[in-house]
């Protein structure tokens, strides 16, 4: 049983930092946005690329407002819900089965 409770406990670890990271990549692709970076620029592209499959949902369904674009911060709300729900939840189960 200890073993489903440290591998719960080291999933909901793992998946903090991931969406932490993701969060980290939003925040820094929004700034960067706002100085329309160079498209070839390697980075520019990883975080593109790495962001986009999250913010196009998003910006379908909530169209940019007076030319500004809400994607991002609606995708922070999301990780921070995420965070705060489903991996203290996980860390919570673990704690009560162990």
Do not use: C
């Not at 620029?41 to 593109?48: E, K, R, S, W």
Request: charged share 10%; hydrophobic share 60%.
């Amino acid at each position: 049983m200890f073993v489903f409770v440290n591998l719960l406990d080291a999933i909901a670890g793992i998946l903090d930092m991931a969406l932490t990271l993701v969060m980290w990549l939003v925040i820094i692709r929004a700034l960067i946005s706002w100085v329309q970076p160079d498209p070839y620029n390697p980075i520019v592209q990883f975080l593109t690329r790495s962001t986009d499959p999250l913010l196009r949902p998003i910006q379908r369904m909530l169209p940019p407002m007076s030319g500004l674009d809400l994607s991002p911060l609606v995708l922070i709300f999301l990780i921070y819900f995420l965070q705060a729900f489903l991996v203290r939840t996980l860390h919570d189960i673990a704690l009560r089965m162990g």
